[in-house]
């Protein structure tokens, strides 16, 4: 399988980048319980829920990848012009990860760095957050 971050959607992208397999493992994609619980003097527990619980924030790690690939992940964290990327946190966009499943997801990152790690290899960590549809 492959990767694919897409904006606006996979269905129907305008910008997009493909990439092979290369998400390293684990994989982690964690949902977070919005909620405040309280317990009383005599043990009574009240929990509240706040927001919506189907939000999570994880991390891609990428690696390998060229250098081919990891600037085309830059531009499309870092532009935000038609055609070209979403503008890093300013806009929702759709990931299809390695097992074809897609998540509506916005980064959750200011800076993106991609690393080299080989002289002809480099990998880049997304933070994502993802977005309820």
């Known amino acids: 399988m492959s990767i694919l971050l897409a904006y606006p959607s996979v269905a129907a992208p305008t910008a997009q980048v493909m990439l092979p397999d290369v998400e390293q493992l684990p994989a982690s994609r ?3 319980m919005r909620q405040t619980a309280l317990e009383t003097d005599s043990g ?3 929990v509240y829920s706040i927001g919506n619980p189907a939000i999570g924030v994880f991390n891609l790690h990428l690696y390998p990848l060229t250098l081919s690939q ?3 992940i830059v531009s499309f964290f870092r532009y935000d012009i038609a055609n070209v990327g979403v503008g890093g946190r300013s806009k929702v966009w759709q990931l299809q990860d390695t097992s074809g499943t897609v998540y509506n997801v916005r980064f959750a ?4 760095e991609p690393m080299q790690q080989t002289p002809t290899t480099w990998s880049v ?3 994502l957050r993802q977005e309820v549809s």
Do not use: G, I, K, Y
């Open 44 to 46: 009574v527990v009240s």
């Open 70 to 72: 990891a600037a085309a």
């Open 125 to 127: 960590t997304l933070t």
């Open 30 to 32: 964690p949902v977070r």
């Open 109 to 112: 990152q200011d800076t993106l």
